[in-house]
C-alpha cells in the first residue's frame, strides 16, 4: 500500500479528571485509523500513570526503552516505539509500510515513575521527541494520550496538536475542568476540536446530552459512547474494537475513526 | 387453550426497567397480545438487559390462562420484594429484581399504567443538568494563561504545529 497523507497529524486525546476512559478510546481510535490503511504512532505521555500498553497486551519486559529513557537521555526517541501492528490488527505482511501500529509506552518502573514525580523533565525535549517520531517512524497520525488535568506537558500537547479529542463523561464533575480545556485550547488555537461524551449509560438521552454538551462548550461533540458492560468486562485486557467489532459503542468509534482519518 | 376459565392475556403488557435509586422507569418496553416474554443479556429476549448480575435467559413472564407468572430462569435468582421466587404470579404494578444485585423492573398490564406513566416525568432525568460556574472558569483559564510557560507556547504554538509539517 503506498498512500499517505499530505501533512502528518498529531492528535491529543485529554480528560481533566482520571476514569473517562480516555485511554480505551485512545487506544481503540488509533487502531481503526491504522485499519484504515495508515501508519499510526500513540504515545503514552501519562508518564505518572501509565497504562495504555495494558490495552496491548505488553508486558513490561517487552519494553526495550520507555519514553522515560528518551526523556532522560538513554536512547532516541523511536527506539522506545513498539510494532504492535500484529496484535492490533492482525494479518498484516511484515514488511509493509501501511498499515502499521506503534506504541511508545512510559516506564512501569515505580522508581522511574517516582523520578518524574520528583524530578520533573524537560518538556521541550517531549516536544522534539513528538516531532523526531513522525519524522522517524513515517507517520502518518501521532495519538497522544495525555495525563489528566493541566500541567506543562497536557498544554504542550494541546498545542502541537492538529486536533484535540475531549473526553468528557456526563457528570458534573468533568464539565468544569473541560470547560478550562476548551478555553485553553482556544487560546492555543488548536486547528480543530472536539468532544466525545463518553459512559452514557443506559436511559440517557443520547441526542439532549448531545445538544446540551455541545452548547455549553460550543464545541462539536462527535460521539455518545454508551457505558457499556461488555466493555467493563473487557477489563481494558483487549482492543474493544478487535473483541465486538458490531457493538454499538465500537460503531460509534468508527465514525470518530473515519473522521480523524479524514484529517 | 379450550378450558372455558381460560382468558385472553391482556391486550398490552408493560415491564420498565428503573433507576436503582429513585425507582423511575428509565426504559420501557411494550407488548402487545403477547404471551411469553422473556427477559436476559442475550441479544434476542424479549426484555434485553445488558447487565453484568443478569443472566443470558434470567426470567420468563408466562401468560398462565388467568394470570401472569414470572419464572425465574437464572443462576442469581429472582426476587419479588425481599423474597427468592422460583414461580409468582404477577399483579399489576408488582417490582421485581434479577438478583439480588441486579436491576429491578416494574410488571404493569391494562390501562391503568398509561396513566401511571403519564404522571411520572422523566424528560428531565434522562439528561444530567450540567453547568458551567463561569466565575471559576475565568479564574482558572486566567491563573494559566498568566503564567510564563502559556504565554510562551501561545507565541510559539502555529510554529511548534508548523514543524510537524515540514
Not at chain 1, 463523561?169 to 492555543?188: C, I, M, S, Y
Not at chain 2, 442475550?42 to 390462562?65: F, M, Q
Not at chain 2, 409468582?88 to 406513566?117: I, V, Y
Request: charged share 25%; net charge negative; aromatic share 6%.
Amino acid at each position: 500500500m503506498t498512500k499517505t497523507v499530505a501533512v502528518p497529524k498529531i492528535i491529543s486525546t485529554h480528560s481533566f479528571r482520571g476514569g473517562t476512559g480516555k485511554s480505551n478510546t485512545t487506544a481503540n481510535l488509533a487502531v481503526l485509523v491504522a485499519r484504515a490503511g495508515w501508519r499510526v504512532g500513540i504515545i503514552d505521555t501519562d508518564i505518572q500513570s501509565p497504562g495504555i500498553h495494558v490495552l496491548f497486551r505488553l508486558q513490561e519486559s517487552e519494553f526495550r526503552h520507555s519514553l522515560n529513557d528518551y526523556l532522560w537521555g538513554k536512547c532516541r526517541i523511536e527506539q522506545a516505539a513498539i510494532d504492535v501492528t500484529m496484535r492490533a490488527i492482525g494479518d498484516v505482511h511484515e514488511d509493509s509500510e501501511r498499515p502499521r501500529l506503534f506504541l511508545i509506552p512510559s516506564s512501569l518502573k515505580t522508581g522511574e515513575i517516582a523520578r518524574v514525580l520528583r524530578e520533573g523533565y524537560d518538556v521541550g525535549l517531549l516536544n522534539d521527541g513528538l516531532h523526531d517520531l513522525l519524522k522517524r517512524l513515517q507517520l502518518d497520525f501521532l495519538f497522544i494520550d495525555t495525563h489528566p488535568g493541566v500541567n506543562e506537558e497536557t498544554l504542550l500537547s494541546i498545542a502541537v496538536s492538529d486536533l484535540l479529542v475531549l473526553i468528557v463523561r456526563p457528570d458534573q464533575q468533568d464539565f468544569q475542568g473541560t470547560a478550562v480545556a476548551v478555553e485553553l485550547a482556544r487560546k492555543l488555537k488548536v486547528p480543530e476540536m472536539f468532544i466525545v461524551i463518553n459512559k452514557v449509560p443506559q436511559g440517557m438521552d443520547a441526542d439532549a446530552l448531545r445538544a446540551q454538551v455541545g452548547k455549553m462548550f460550543e464545541t462539536e461533540v462527535a460521539a455518545v459512547l454508551p457505558l457499556s458492560t461488555e466493555m467493563v468486562r473487557t477489563a481494558s485486557g483487549d482492543i474493544f474494537c478487535n473483541r465486538y467489532p458490531d457493538h454499538p459503542l465500537a460503531t460509534a468509534l468508527q465514525t470518530v475513526a473515519d473522521r480523524i482519518a479524514r484529517l | 387453550m379450550g378450558d372455558g376459565g381460560v382468558l385472553e392475556p391482556p391486550r398490552e403488557v408493560v415491564l420498565q426497567l428503573l433507576d436503582p435509586t429513585y425507582h423511575r422507569p428509565v426504559k420501557t418496553w411494550r407488548f402487545t397480545g403477547a404471551t411469553t416474554i422473556t427477559v436476559g443479556r442475550e441479544a434476542g429476549c424479549d426484555v434485553e438487559i445488558s447487565d453484568p448480575y443478569v443472566s443470558r435467559l434470567h426470567a420468563e413472564l408466562v401468560w398462565r390462562g388467568e394470570e401472569w407468572i414470572l419464572i425465574s430462569k437464572g443462576r442469581n435468582g429472582v426476587l419479588v420484594g425481599s423474597q427468592p421466587v422460583v414461580e409468582a404470579p404477577l399483579a399489576d404494578e408488582t417490582q421485581f429484581r434479577l438478583g439480588s444485585l441486579g436491576p429491578a423492573l416494574r410488571f404493569c398490564t391494562g390501562e391503568e399504567e398509561g396513566e401511571h406513566l403519564n404522571t411520572i416525568c422523566f424528560e428531565t432525568e434522562t439528561v444530567p443538568v450540567c453547568f458551567v460556574d463561569e466565575s471559576k472558569l475565568r479564574d482558572d483559564v486566567g491563573q494559566i494563561t498568566e503564567g510564563e510557560y502559556f504565554q510562551k507556547l501561545q507565541q510559539q504554538a502555529e510554529t511548534l504545529r508548523l514543524r510537524s509539517r515540514t
